[in-house]
């Protein structure tokens, strides 16, 4: 009975999540389009800055809502920057396959936190960290990545 009582104490310290309050977001890093070119060698259009502002949105990551709204962003910016509709479904397509927070890459829905995050809104505090690393990042770094490859 011991032991049957130890092993279901165990399960429950393994599965308890993580207290975020303790947990500190890493600062922010941008490497544009990741897998995908950042703009078109053929027709000059830039794109790069839609995948900045989608990297905003993927670090801090945040709800599965979000992360939808914030991919529907990137193919509405590129549509807008490219006039190219089969460009931007790519795109589009690309981070709703290859972003999940499931998949341990450094791209990934929220990858300024732990891998055990996944799906989860962002507290006052969180969202607070979040804000003030954009800001050092943006006082750091004068040119965004866009404006520095």
Known sequence: ???????????MVACDKQDSSDVELKAFSSDGCSLFPDSSIITNKDWCECC????VAY???GTEKQREDADITLK??????????????VMYE?????????F???YRWGYGWPYERKYQA????????????I???LMNNKNNYCDTR
């Not at 009975?1 to 399960?11: D, N, Q, T």
């Not at 509405?76 to 479904?89: H, I, M, Y």
């Open 135 to 137: 800001e050092q990042y």
């Open 104 to 106: 341990y890459n450094w």
């Open 76 to 89: 509405q910016c590129v549509l807008e920057k490219t006039g190219d509709n089969t460009l931007a479904k």
């Open 52 to 55: 900045f502002q989608h990297d």
């Open 122 to 133: 962002l507290t006052e505090h969180e969202l607070e960290q979040a804000k003030r690393l």
């Open 94 to 102: 690309g981070v709703r396959l290859g972003g999940s927070p499931y």
């Open 1 to 11: 009975m011991r032991k049957a009582i130890f092993f279901i104490v165990l399960l």
């Open 59 to 61: 670090w801090q990551g």
